[in-house]
């Protein structure tokens, strides 16, 4: 089969003016990127038409190196309704360059379930990315700036900073730096470094606001650090979140481009999902559920990491009612989790397969406690035998959940029809199940332990002196009512990321807890998370090039 780009690069791609008509949009309100790329102002978002529109989330088991698809899924997911008659659309974060040039390559999906333009998508895009770096860093400069004056001077500890700068590479060699090196007009030499743009705090808070008041308000009320007299500063106290705001006057509205097929895709936002809430903004959501009758929208990683945060950060933040949940499962990941070694997921294994069942049932589980009755879309593969489709979709049957085997990565839309008729079903039986997991009103203690025992599977929750103390100072900044984002591996459902299939009998350990009240959440810290990747030794960047024409190849 042709290979992703070569896909996306020979399909005949719509005018975006013509995409727009189809959600009832002119041309005139529309903030054109060229012919193919636009911004939707946010004045289209409607209350009354978002209390019609349904809402259905893709989640996964947990991830693999060898990949679910679950962007895929969700595109297919909304072509095939648009096949049936439905008028849909979907909703998806933006890529970051750095998985883009490392290891990852393209996250616009894949096979014949892309958003197009591709290579726009995957670059420069329209630019929220470059505007949430220079937002970030405006702050970094002005907090050097109020430790270097004379006058004016907050009196802030340098050894409090947690912020960082950011770029959206992957650069392991700024992870940890000293800066304010030269003598006495160069600034006051301190400890820092570098996290990449999409762990940016400034990504979380801006996938989070509501419109641009609230986002500058909530941009002051980021913390960064206590003065010498262990007073809290925030950026409202550098007079920051104003020109912040300023910066991000454009990358606040969501993005509309198409997919193969033609089926209107919003695009906006990229907070990570082991730090933040791992899905797209509030904003580019509730655009989609004012503009279509149905919206497909994806959460990183699997269910205990982005349909967790999905639920109780974003749609507790955002006021969506969900309708419909899909779990997207692979043999081959299911496979790994059962034990296959990564060099032998093309064996036909029912052994491991079956092994494996575990991880796809505690997932099933964790929606449950939602209230929702997941639909699993079994992504297929060429690699997948009869078998091994008939046990898993046996299996699925047995736990009392609808399941469906997804061919859109090679046949589009079509290959997707049988889920999406599920998943219409689901949406008529399912008005409003969704709980939250916890009340925001609880401590952190409770909340945390809520979701490492219900999501994760653990037996206990320990925290280290830090940990605690850190807790503490929250509680007594009055803060205590924020959502809680655990930051842990998404390679496992416990913290140890060897950890495959369903653990069992093991303790989440707490070592930190920081602070994004800027988002509306505190972060424990549960194992250690790269903030800034480095590069693989074969890079993609290698194989991404540009011929006389501007044709690009390589991005995959």
Not at 422 to 433: F, I, K, P
Request: with cysteine; proline share 4%.
């Amino acid at each position: 089969m042709k290979k992703d780009i070569e896909i996306a690069q020979e399909a005949k791609i719509t005018p975006i003016v013509k995409i727009a008509e189809k959600l009832g949009i002119l041309p005139e309100d529309l903030e054109l990127y060229g012919r193919y790329k636009a911004k939707i102002p946010l004045h289209f978002i409607d209350e009354e038409k978002i209390k019609q529109a349904k809402l259905i989330l893709v989640t996964a088991i947990t991830p693999t190196p060898a990949g679910e698809g679950k962007t895929t899924t969700s595109i297919g997911l909304a072509q095939a309704l648009n096949h049936i008659g439905k008028k849909a659309i979907v909703v998806l974060r933006e890529p970051s360059l750095g998985p883009v040039f490392g290891i990852k390559g393209g996250a616009a999906g894949g096979g014949y379930s892309q958003v197009i333009p591709m290579e726009d998508i995957n670059l420069h895009f329209t630019g929220d990315m470059s505007a949430v770096e220079k937002a970030h860093n405006l702050l970094a400069a002005l907090i050097d700036n109020n430790i270097q004056l004379k006058d004016g001077n907050l009196g802030i500890d340098p050894r409090t900073i947690e912020w960082k700068r950011v770029m959206d590479m992957n650069e392991r060699a700024l992870r940890d730096i000293v800066i304010g090196l030269g003598g006495t007009t160069e600034g006051v030499p301190r400890q820092s470094g570098f996290n990449i743009t999409a762990a940016s705090e400034v990504m979380a808070t801006l996938c989070i606001a509501r419109d641009l008041m609230d986002l500058k308000e909530r941009l002051g009320n980021i913390f960064i650090g206590y003065t010498y007299s262990d007073k809290p500063v925030f950026a409202r106290d550098l007079k920051a979140q104003g020109a912040m705001a300023a910066l991000l006057k454009d990358a606040i509205k969501p993005n509309l481009v198409q997919t193969l097929e033609g089926t209107p895709a919003i695009i906006h936002g990229g907070p990570f999902a082991n730090i933040a809430q791992g899905t797209n903004s509030i904003i580019a959501t509730r655009t989609g559920l004012s503009l279509g009758d149905y919206v497909v929208t994806e959460a990183g990683f699997a269910s205990e990491l982005g349909a967790e945060k999905f639920f109780d950060i974003k749609s507790r933040y955002g006021n969506l009612r969900t309708n419909a949940v899909v779990i997207v499962a692979t043999v081959r990941a299911l496979k790994y989790h059962g034990g296959a070694k990564l060099s032998a997921l093309q064996n036909e294994d029912n052994a491991s397969l079956e092994k494996g069942f575990d991880n796809l049932d505690k997932h099933i589980e964790n929606m449950k406690y939602f209230g929702f009755s997941p639909i699993v879309a079994i992504n297929r593969f060429d690699s997948d035998t009869e078998a091994e489709l008939e046990l898993l979709t046996k299996h699925c049957k047995s736990q009392n959940v609808k399941v469906a085997i997804n061919e859109s990565w090679s046949r589009g839309g079509e290959g997707a029809v049988e889920l999406a008729t599920m998943v219409l079903e689901s949406v008529t039986d399912c008005t409003d199940c969704f709980r939250p997991l916890y009340e925001l009103s609880w401590s952190f203690e409770e909340k945390i332990e809520t979701i490492c025992k219900k999501m994760y599977g653990a037996d206990h929750v320990e925290y280290t002196v830090k940990a605690k103390s850190q807790l503490d100072k929250i509680e007594k900044l009055g803060l205590g009512h924020l959502a809680v984002c655990i930051a842990k591996t998404q390679k496992s459902l416990s913290d140890d990321q060897n950890k495959r299939g369903r653990p069992r009998g093991f303790t989440i350990k707490i070592r930190e807890v920081e602070l994004s009240s800027g988002a509306g959440f505190i972060v424990p810290v549960a194992g250690t998370i790269m903030r800034m990747p480095g590069l693989p030794a074969n890079p993609s960047a290698e194989k991404i090039d540009i011929d006389p024409d501007g044709k690009i190849s390589g991005l995959f």
